[in-house]
């Protein structure tokens, strides 16, 4: 490895960094992290943070655990790589997607279809979705429904059906044939609502609306988060997800719930639909299936829709569609050490008590500081900070203070995540009282800096 010069004078150089604008990464460089233990990371100056981004929503087990590393360096040294196209296939495998399988029994997934991260879960649940109607004879199903807010990755399929427009608007135009409704948002919503269950109601009239407009008939899917994690950590009601299921169901549409934030326990539960009482026939996964530790996703696959490719014909029914990294073995080895380290941990238990210890902790912040909008969370670790210049007309923060809050809390002890005028945290599922408390405190020295 070259020296720290080398490294601080190529920073941003030949390197494009993804979400954000390669020019200004020039002027103010990116921080380079070079090592991690536990929940803290460090950078190239020696700073070391607590993590509260984990990684980026992934890093569950932490930054240190042995038997994760250890699978992916032994899988290395007997099988790097082998295809797993229609033919061929290798143990890591087999052993990972029934473990996956397992994992999710209870929200009724019969299937796994291993990728290499969650846009291309995402990709993959879409065209199974309009292959699956087009087996069953409805070859005009292929429109897709989502909610505004929403973040479902960044292929073309994937950005369609995103819900904010700085991932869509200068890759436009994108996939025709895709809508979307209002999310159950009680902050800022179409309707000036603000209680959330009456909201969900009127998302849920909305809904219909649309599908009587559109006609039932020309519509494969609906596709939610559970809880929208990079639109800001949109907590809806627990009345919202069962009520989108009603109507996919009354309409013949599949419901798909995006799980590559709130997969693996993030939300206190084992996935984010189960946490909402829901099941939905197709989930797309990732960050948590390895801990981010090697690059793997899976769209994972009902009973209802595997039913109907296994029963096709071999025209109809073949899925042309696939990564050379599926099934990677290395990934595979990952996928397998991961669940079992995240049962054996019982991640989501204490997900579900530092989460609310973290979201508790905000909402105190938020009765010194105006400039917290609102504070959403409470349902495991994914927390929201939405803040704003001025509290009474809900003026979104200008940057340069997003920015100095961010850099004053990265000095005083933790690593927090912008989205735009949103502060999401995401920290490791294994962090402790007092390492919430460590980003509380960076928080309060942050808010008071703006
Ligand atoms: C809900 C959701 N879907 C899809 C994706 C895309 O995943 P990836 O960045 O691994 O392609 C993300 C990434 O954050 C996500 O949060």
Same mark, same amino acid.
């Given at each position: 490895?070259?020296?720290?010069?080398?490294?601080?004078?190529?920073?941003?150089?030949?390197?494009?960094?993804?979400?954000?604008?390669?020019?200004?990464?020039?002027?103010?460089?990116?921080?380079?992290?070079?090592?991690?233990?536990?929940?803290?990371?460090?950078?190239?100056?020696?700073?070391?943070?607590?993590?509260?981004?984990?990684?980026?929503?992934?890093?569950? @087990?932490?930054?240190?655990?042995?038997?994760? #590393?250890?699978?992916?360096?032994?899988? @290395?040294?007997?099988?790097?790589?082998?295809?797993?196209?229609?033919?061929?296939?290798?143990?890591? =495998?087999?052993? =990972?997607?029934?473990?996956?399988?397992?994992?999710?029994?209870?929200?009724?997934?019969?299937?796994?279809?291993?990728?290499?991260?969650?846009?291309?879960?995402?990709?993959?649940?879409?065209?199974?979705?309009?292959? $699956?109607?087009?087996?069953?004879?409805?070859?005009?199903?292929?429109?897709?429904?989502?909610?505004? &807010? *929403?973040?479902?990755?960044?292929?073309?399929?994937?950005?369609?059906?995103?819900?904010?427009?700085?991932?869509?608007?200068?890759?436009?135009?994108?996939?025709?044939?895709?809508?979307?409704?209002?999310?159950?948002?009680?902050?800022?919503?179409?309707?000036?609502?603000?209680?959330?269950?009456?909201?969900?109601?009127?998302?849920?009239?909305?809904?219909?609306?649309?599908?009587?407009?559109?006609?039932?008939?020309?519509?494969?899917?609906?596709?939610?988060?559970?809880?929208?994690? =990079?639109?800001?950590?949109?907590?809806?009601?627990?009345?919202?997800?069962?009520?989108?299921?009603?109507?996919?169901?009354? $309409?013949?549409?599949?419901?798909?719930?995006?799980?590559?934030?709130?997969?693996?326990?993030?939300?206190?539960?084992?996935?984010?639909?189960?946490?909402?009482?829901?099941?939905?026939?197709?989930?797309?996964?990732?960050?948590?299936?390895?801990?981010?530790?090697?690059?793997? *996703?899976?769209?994972?696959?009902?009973? #209802?829709?595997?039913?109907?490719?296994?029963?096709?014909?071999?025209?109809?029914?073949?899925? $042309?569609?696939?990564?050379?990294?599926?099934?990677?073995?290395?990934?595979?080895?990952?996928?397998?050490?991961?669940?079992?380290?995240?049962?054996?941990?019982?991640? #989501?238990?204490?997900?579900?008590?530092?989460?609310?210890?973290?979201?508790?902790?905000?909402?105190?912040?938020?009765?010194?500081?105006?400039?917290?909008?609102?504070?959403?969370?409470?349902?495991?670790?994914?927390?929201?900070?939405?803040?704003?210049?001025? &509290?009474?007309?809900?003026?979104?923060?200008? @940057?340069?203070?997003?920015?100095?809050?961010?850099?004053?809390?990265?000095?005083?002890?933790?690593?927090?995540?912008?989205?735009?005028?949103?502060?999401?945290?995401?920290?490791?599922?294994?962090?402790?009282?007092?390492?919430?408390?460590?980003?509380?405190?960076?928080?309060?020295?942050?808010?008071?800096?703006?």
């Amino acid at each position: 490895m070259k020296d720290d010069n080398f490294l601080k004078e190529n920073n941003a150089r030949q390197i494009w960094h993804p979400m954000g604008h390669p020019g200004d990464a020039h002027t103010t460089p990116p921080k380079i992290i070079t090592r991690a233990q536990g929940v803290t990371i460090t950078d190239i100056d020696g700073n070391t943070v607590v993590d509260a981004v984990g990684g980026l929503w992934c890093v569950n @087990l932490g930054y240190s655990n042995d038997k994760l #590393k250890d699978a992916i360096s032994g899988q @290395l040294q007997d099988l790097p790589y082998y295809s797993a196209f229609a033919g061929t296939s290798n143990p890591p =495998a087999i052993e =990972a997607a029934y473990e996956v399988q397992n994992f999710f029994v209870e929200d009724g997934i019969e299937r796994v279809f291993f990728t290499s991260g969650g846009s291309d879960s995402v990709e993959t649940v879409l065209r199974l979705a309009r292959q $699956y109607h087009r087996i069953r004879g409805e070859a005009t199903r292929t429109k897709f429904l989502s909610l505004k &807010k *929403g973040y479902h990755g960044t292929h073309i399929g994937g950005a369609s059906v995103n819900g904010n427009n700085r991932f869509r608007i200068n890759y436009e135009p994108l996939l025709p044939g895709c809508y979307h409704l209002p999310s159950p948002y009680a902050y800022r919503n179409p309707f000036h609502e603000t209680d959330p269950v009456k909201l969900a109601q009127l998302c849920a009239q909305a809904m219909e609306d649309e599908i009587q407009f559109q006609d039932p008939s020309t519509i494969a899917a609906f596709i939610m988060e559970p809880i929208q994690g =990079a639109g800001g950590v949109i907590v809806p009601p627990e009345t919202f997800m069962p009520l989108m299921r009603d109507i996919c169901d009354r $309409y013949g549409i599949l419901l798909i719930s995006d799980e590559v934030i709130t997969g693996f326990g993030r939300t206190g539960d084992w996935s984010g639909a189960r946490h909402w009482g829901v099941k939905p026939d197709m989930m797309s996964t990732a960050k948590g299936i390895t801990s981010g530790y090697f690059p793997v *996703g899976a769209a994972l696959i009902s009973g #209802k829709v595997a039913e109907v490719f296994e029963n096709s014909d071999s025209a109809q029914g073949g899925i $042309y569609h696939g990564y050379t990294y599926s099934a990677h073995p290395v990934g595979a080895a990952a996928v397998t050490a991961c669940l079992q380290e995240t049962l054996r941990l019982d991640l #989501k238990t204490n997900a579900a008590a530092r989460g609310t210890q973290l979201c508790e902790g905000v909402k105190a912040l938020a009765e010194k500081y105006d400039i917290i909008g609102d504070v959403r969370g409470g349902h495991g670790l994914m927390t929201g900070i939405e803040l704003v210049s001025d &509290k009474a007309t809900k003026t979104p923060m200008d @940057l340069p203070t997003m920015s100095k809050i961010h850099q004053t809390a990265y000095e005083a002890g933790a690593m927090v995540r912008l989205g735009a005028h949103n502060i999401l945290m995401s920290p490791p599922l294994t962090i402790t009282e007092d390492e919430i408390n460590v980003i509380l405190n960076a928080l309060d020295k942050g808010f008071a800096s703006a």
